[in-house]
C-alpha cells in the first residue's frame, strides 16, 4: 500500500496510478511526509490523499484532521474530504465528479464500484481546508492521519498564513450557465412530481445549485424561457389581461422562487456570505410578457412596458436593487420561431430586430435603484459593435474569446461606458481529461485582458451515463448529481473546485486594479508577474492581430481548420499545471510587500 | 359565445389558412439555397397567421408548423415557420415523409397517425397563382411540446 499526499493541480488515473496530465509531468511532486502551503485568509486551500492498493482490495479508509496551529488555531472542523469518483474518457479512468466523505452513501473503498471498476487500483480524497479571514497571520502546522484497512499513515501539514485577504465578493464572475429547466430530468422525485414548480421541490433542489456555485466563486445562472419563448413555470410571475389592460395577476410563486436569492436569504451560513445573487435572468424576450403575434404594434409596445414598469416597481418595493437584472434576447432564427438571431448575430441586418427591441423597452428601467440590464452575447460582429450605440443601450457583454482577441482596443471602450464584459468559448471547460491549469488560465485570462467575468456554458448538463462517461466527455459538466449515491443534491466537480481556488488568485490579481496609472504600479507589476510564469514577454501574448478578413460579413469567414491561426494559443500549452501554485503564491506575495522586485528574483517558473 | 370551441380540425385549418399569406410563404426566405434567413416582413405576417390559427379553438391544444421543400431537393423539407413548439422532427432538414410529399403532389389534406395519440394532419398552402408554396402541420395531442 502507497499512501501520499499531492496538490490540487495534478489528478491520478485509477486503474494505473499514473498522473492524469500526461506531457505536463514537469512540477508533480509525491509528499510522502509533510506538505505545505501558502495562502492568504479568507482562502480554501486544497490538496489530495491517494491511497494506492497496488492491486488489493481495501475495504474501509478513514482520515483524521488535527487542528493546525500557529498564532491561532485552525480547527480540523475546516476540513472537508470528497470521495473522488472516476470517468471513463477515452479509456482513462480520471477522477471528476466528489463524493462528500461520509454523507452519502458511498464509502471511500477500493474498488468503489465491484461492477464498473472492478480493477481499481488508486482510490482518491479531494480535501478543501479553509483559512478564515479572522485566522492571524503566520506559520501554522498540523497533522493528517489516514488510516488504510488498519494500515495508518500520519502526514504533517504546514500553511503559511500571510496577511492578505481574499475579497469574499468575486471580482471576477465565474458564471455557470443553464436553461431551465434542465435540472429536474436528473432527480426522479422531483421529475416525477407534476407540482414541482408549485410544491416548492424544485424551488428546492435548484437553490442547491445556486448555493453550490456562491461556494465555489461561481454564479448560477438559469435562463427560464425556451427558444420558442415560451417561459418555463415559475420563471416569470402569472399574468392577465392584454393591451393596456395586462398586468400581473399574482409574484406569489415568482417571490417564493427567486426571493430567497434576491434577498440573499438563501446564502444564510454561507462562508462567502449572506449577500443576494449577482445576475439574474428575466423572463422577457420577443415572446414573453406580449405574444410574438403582435410584433410591431403598439400593443406589444403597451403589454412590455406596462409589465416591465410592474417589474421595476415591484423590485424597489421589495429592496432587490443588488443584483444585476439581465433582459437577454436568446432567439435564433434557426429554430424557426422567430426570424432574428439576435443571440450572437449573425447576419448584419438582424441589428433591425435588436433595434426594434430595445425601441421597445428603452426608457422602462434605466431610472430606478434595481439594476436592470439590456445584455447582449456578440462574437461574429463585436467588432462592428463594441464602440457604437450598441454598446450605449447594451451595458453587459458576452462576447465570444475567438473575436474578442482581436479587439483589445475595445476593453476601455466598453470599461469607459461602465459596462459590464465577460467572455465565453465553446471549449472553455473542456473535457475531464483537459489540464486543470487550462481552467486556470481561463480565469488569468479574465484579469490580463481587463475582462469581469467568464461564462460556462450548460453546467448542469451531464448526460444519463454521467456515472461513467458524462455527455461530451465532461465538456460541460460541472455538477452532478447526487441521486446515485442516496444524496438528492448536486455534487461539486473536481473542475469546480478548480474553478474556485483559480478565481481566488484571480480576484487577488484584481485587487492591483486603479494602482496602475498613478501611484506604485501595482497593476503593471501583477501584469509583468503574470507574464514571467507564462513565460511571455508583454500583454501583446494574450490577444492576436486582427485577420486580414476581419472586414468582410462573418457569413463569408472560413471557420475551417485554418481559422485556428487567428485565435489565441491555448495559454496552458507548454507550461506546467504548478504555475496554479507558483502564481497563486506570487500574487500574494506581491499584495504583502506591494513590489515584485524581491518575488522576481526566486520566481519559480512553471514551463 | 363559445361557439368557436366545436371547430374541428379541418375547420380550424379552413380558417387559418385563409390568413397564411402564400405569396409571403413563398418568399419567406432571402436565399433559398443559403443559410436559414428570413425577410422579416414576410415572416412576421405568416408567424402572426400561425400563432392566431393555433388559437382559434384553444381545446385543441394544435401545434402548428409550415413545411417548405428544398429546391434543390425536392426529397428534403424544412420547418420554415413554428407557431408554440417545434414539429416532432425537430427543427432541422430532413427526408420528406410520403404524407407530406403527397400534399405536395395531389393538393389533398393528409393525415399522419404518430401512435400514442399524436396525429399530424397536413393541408397545402397556395400563393395567388394558386401554387402551392408550402405545407401547413397542425399536430394534435402532443403532452410536452418539442421545443429546446
Redesign the interface.
Known amino acids: 500500500m502507497n499512501i501520499y499526499l499531492i496538490k490540487d493541480y495534478y489528478r491520478i488515473e485509477c486503474m494505473t496510478g499514473d498522473i492524469v496530465e500526461k506531457g505536463y509531468e514537469k512540477g508533480f511532486k509525491k509528499f510522502d511526509k509533510r506538505i505545505d502551503f501558502t495562502s492568504a485568509k479568507n482562502q480554501f486551500i486544497s490538496f489530495q490523499v491517494i491511497v494506492d492498493s497496488q492491486g488489493r482490495k481495501v475495504n474501509k479508509i478513514s482520515v483524521e484532521f488535527s487542528d493546525l496551529s500557529g498564532p491561532s488555531t485552525i480547527p480540523g472542523s475546516e476540513y472537508k474530504a470528497y470521495i473522488e469518483w472516476y470517468h471513463n474518457i477515452n479509456g482513462s479512468y480520471i477522477p471528476d465528479m466528489l463524493v462528500p466523505l461520509g454523507e452519502t452513501e458511498l464509502e471511500f473503498r477500493i474498488p468503489l464500484s465491484e461492477k464498473y471498476l472492478l480493477n481499481q487500483r488508486v482510490g482518491a480524497l479531494w480535501v478543501d481546508l479553509f483559512i478564515d479571514r479572522e485566522v492571524e497571520p503566520g506559520q501554522y502546522n498540523g497533522t493528517i492521519t489516514v488510516n488504510a484497512d488498519g494500515e495508518e499513515k500520519r502526514f504533517e501539514i504546514g500553511v503559511d498564513v500571510r496577511n492578505v485577504t481574499v475579497p469574499t465578493k468575486s471580482r471576477i464572475i465565474a458564471d455557470l450557465n443553464n436553461y431551465a429547466d434542465s435540472i429536474s430530468r436528473y432527480y426522479p422525485k422531483v421529475r416525477a412530481n407534476k407540482n414541482r414548480y408549485n410544491d416548492g421541490s424544485f424551488f428546492a433542489l435548484e437553490s442547491e445549485h445556486v448555493k453550490l456555485a456562491r461556494e465555489h466563486r461561481s454564479v448560477f445562472h438559469n435562463l427560464g424561457y425556451?427558444?420558442?419563448g415560451?417561459v418555463v413555470d415559475s420563471f416569470a410571475p402569472e399574468i392577465e389581461g392584454e393591451g393596456k389592460d395586462i398586468r400581473i395577476k399574482s409574484w406569489e410563486r415568482y417571490d417564493r422562487h427567486f426571493g430567497p436569492y434576491l434577498d440573499g436569504s438563501v446564502f444564510k451560513g454561507s462562508r462567502r456570505g449572506q449577500y443576494p445573487i449577482e445576475f439574474l435572468y428575466l423572463p422577457f424576450n420577443m415572446g414573453w410578457p406580449s405574444?410574438?403575434?403582435?410584433?410591431?404594434s403598439k400593443g406589444y409596445k403597451t403589454e412590455n412596458r406596462r409589465i416591465i414598469s410592474e417589474f421595476v416597481r415591484h423590485f424597489e418595493e421589495k429592496g432587490w436593487t443588488q443584483t444585476y437584472l439581465e433582459f437577454l434576447l436568446n432567439h435564433k432564427?434557426?429554430?424557426?420561431?422567430?426570424?432574428?438571431t439576435i443571440d450572437e448575430i449573425w447576419?448584419e441586418?438582424d441589428e433591425?430586430?435588436l433595434e426594434a427591441y430595445y425601441d421597445v423597452i428603452r426608457g422602462t428601467f434605466e431610472d430606478t435603484r434595481a439594476k436592470f440590464i439590456f445584455r447582449i452575447d456578440s462574437s461574429n460582429h463585436y467588432g462592428n459593435h463594441f464602440n457604437t450605440k450598441y454598446s450605449d443601450w447594451c451595458k453587459m457583454w458576452v462576447v465570444g474569446t475567438g473575436m474578442f482577441c482581436w479587439f483589445p482596443e475595445s476593453v476601455p471602450v466598453m470599461k469607459e461606458k461602465g459596462n459590464i464584459l465577460w467572455i465565453y468559448g465553446g471549449g472553455m471547460l473542456g473535457e475531464i481529461g483537459k489540464p486543470l491549469h487550462a481552467n486556470f488560465s481561463v480565469a488569468i485570462t479574465c484579469f490580463m485582458t481587463g475582462v469581469d467575468g467568464y461564462c460556462l456554458w450548460n453546467t448542469t448538463h451531464c448526460g444519463d451515463n454521467y456515472l461513467v462517461t458524462p455527455h461530451g466527455n465532461g465538456s460541460v459538466t460541472v455538477y452532478y448529481p447526487g441521486v446515485e449515491f442516496g444524496y438528492d443534491g448536486p455534487l461539486p466537480s473536481l473542475r469546480l473546485k478548480v474553478i474556485r481556488n483559480s478565481n481566488q488568485t484571480a480576484d487577488l490579481l484584481k485587487l492591483t486594479c486603479g494602482f496602475d496609472d498613478e501611484g506604485p504600479g501595482l497593476k503593471r507589476d501583477a501584469e509583468r508577474l503574470v507574464n514571467m510564469h507564462y513565460g511571455y514577454k508583454d500583454m501583446s501574448s494574450w490577444w492576436r492581430e486582427k485577420p486580414p478578413f476581419v472586414n468582410e460579413p462573418p457569413?463569408y469567414w472560413d471557420f475551417g481548420p485554418n481559422f485556428r491561426q487567428y485565435v489565441v494559443r491555448p495559454h496552458y500549452l507548454d507550461k506546467s499545471p504548478a504555475i496554479i501554485e507558483n502564481l497563486g503564491r506570487d500574487v500574494i506575495k506581491l499584495l504583502e510587500t506591494g513590489s515584485i522586485r524581491d518575488i522576481a528574483k526566486g520566481i519559480e517558473l512553471a514551463f | 359565445m363559445s361557439d368557436y370551441r366545436i371547430l374541428d380540425i379541418d375547420n380550424v385549418a379552413r380558417i387559418g389558412l385563409m390568413y397564411i399569406d402564400g405569396d409571403k410563404l413563398e418568399n419567406i426566405l432571402v436565399e433559398k439555397l443559403g443559410h436559414t434567413d428570413y425577410v422579416f416582413e414576410n415572416f412576421n405576417a405568416v408567424k402572426s397567421s400561425v400563432i392566431k390559427l393555433e388559437k382559434i379553438n384553444p381545446d385543441l391544444n394544435l401545434i402548428a408548423v409550415i413545411w417548405q421543400r428544398r429546391i434543390d431537393n425536392e426529397d428534403v423539407v424544412f420547418p420554415v415557420v413554428c407557431g408554440r413548439a417545434l414539429p416532432v422532427e425537430g427543427h432541422g432538414r430532413r427526408w420528406i415523409n410520403q404524407h407530406m410529399r403527397e400534399v405536395f403532389e395531389t393538393g389533398q389534406k393528409r393525415v399522419y397517425d404518430r401512435g400514442n395519440g399524436v396525429v399530424s394532419y397536413y393541408y397545402p398552402i397556395k400563393n395567388s397563382d394558386a401554387e402551392i408554396v408550402g405545407v401547413l402541420e397542425l399536430i394534435s395531442g402532443v403532452i410536452v411540446p418539442n421545443d429546446i
Open positions: 425556451k427558444h420558442s415560451t405574444s410574438y403575434e403582435k410584433w410591431g432564427k434557426e429554430y424557426r420561431f422567430f426570424p432574428y447576419y441586418h433591425e430586430g457569413r
